[in-house]
């Protein structure tokens, strides 16, 4: 089972930051938090992945509390292109780096 | 990010037949390969750990027997699909890891099977 909890949906309206939370309540110390969306009928493609620290690249920002039993995705300016569905997914060495998705969000970036 | 391709992309055969999808990294060698399965409106499903030059590990309900997983070298992984049935049509997914920095996996575009 995945060990992530993500709303099912989200609309973002257009030029608008879209922050896409996620729960890992049981996250161990050396695992990862991983962002993948899936764009209709593609392959996944990777977002970002973060241990602890708070990580930005020219997609995403992701923030981990200091707790990290939880994480917001954020995509500060999202595009039509942005439509998709979202997957927090928790993973690291101890199960072999295998990535086990759960239902994702599907966010709906409208115009 | 790294690429990683499938061939083919869609494919239609006839009950009974086996199916090749192959899984390729482009630009990075991959010790370790995941096979996934998805099915319309689900999430991705992992079938199996596929890793260079040893036996694959498929997760639980898979039947090995039928999805025969070759890795024969660092950048090549195939899934045969063999007699194939209806109820096997599905979208199958690989994933690759790359070897530079922390682990991160890559995925391919996706290969769409359609059994009649």
């Known amino acids: 089972d995945a060990k992530t909890t993500q709303p099912p949906s989200m609309d973002c309206a257009e030029g608008r930051a879209a922050n896409l939370p996620c729960n890992h309540s049981t996250i161990s110390g050396n695992e990862y938090v991983y962002w993948y969306r899936q764009i209709h009928s593609q392959g996944p493609q990777y977002i970002i992945h973060g241990l602890k620290n708070n990580e930005t690249n020219e997609m995403a920002s992701l923030i981990i509390t200091e707790d990290r039993k939880s994480s917001t995705l954020i995509l500060p300016h999202a595009t039509l292109r942005d439509t998709a569905v979202y997957y927090c997914i928790v993973s690291g060495s101890s199960n072999t780096g295998k990535l086990i998705f759960g239902q994702g969000t599907t966010l709906q970036v409208k115009p | 990010g790294a690429v990683v391709s499938q061939h083919p992309s869609r494919v239609i055969c006839k009950s009974g037949t086996s199916v090749k999808i192959e899984c390729r990294s482009l630009d990075f060698q991959a010790t370790t390969m995941f096979w996934y399965r998805q099915f319309p409106k689900q999430s991705l499903m992992l079938m199996a750990t596929?890793?260079?030059?040893?036996?694959?590990?498929?997760e639980q309900g898979v039947e090995k027997d039928k999805f025969l997983i070759n890795h024969a070298s660092l950048t090549l992984s195939t899934l045969t699909v063999t007699s194939a049935h209806p109820e096997d049509s599905s979208f199958y997914i690989c994933?690759?890891?790359?070897?530079?920095?922390?682990?991160?996996?890559?995925f391919g575009p996706g290969t769409r099977l359609l059994v009649l």
């Open positions: 994933s690759a890891y790359s070897s530079g920095g922390a682990e991160t996996q890559y």
């Open positions: 596929s890793n260079e030059g040893s036996k694959a590990t498929y």
